[in-house]
């Protein structure tokens, strides 16, 4: 859930015109577009993996091989691990642009959701951590 309010609130709200003049659509992190496209990538590949390792854990019980469960729980922990560091770097780099980020009248209408994918970055490296823990 909190990948989709990332990457959902980036989507909509966090690309604005500098001003009226200009029809091109900016990242509001500091009008750096790498802020915005790591942001949304992270939360779509979280996004997409948590769906696989549901489907995972719902046919776990079928799998009859101690070694290919061994390698879904390995599976599972690494990638529980990979995203914890992919969050922890999305955290950090989203809220430097954003403290680096000058206040205009464009900014300020996407500025709450900037603050929530900001916060649910890092309320992600706290579930991931202890999904990796698990």
């Given amino acids: 859930i909190f990948s989709i309010v990332v990457f959902g609130s980036i989507v909509n709200e966090c690309y604005v015109n500098k001003d009226s003049q200009n029809p091109e659509l900016l990242c509001i992190f500091n009008e750096n577009e790498s802020a915005c496209s790591y942001g949304i990538a992270v939360g779509i590949i979280a996004f997409f993996g948590c769906i696989f390792f549901f489907v995972v854990d719902l046919y776990f019980q079928q799998i009859s091989s101690v070694k290919d469960r061994k390698r879904a729980v390995l599976l599972d922990l690494g990638f529980s691990g990979f995203l914890s560091f992919l969050w922890f770097v ?21 500025a709450d959701a900037a603050r929530a994918a900001i916060t649910f970055s890092f309320f992600s490296i706290i579930v991931w951590v202890s999904s990796a823990l698990e």
């Fill in 90 to 110: 999305a955290f950090c780099f989203l809220a430097n642009q954003w403290q680096r980020t000058t206040m205009s009248k464009g900014v300020l209408q996407g």
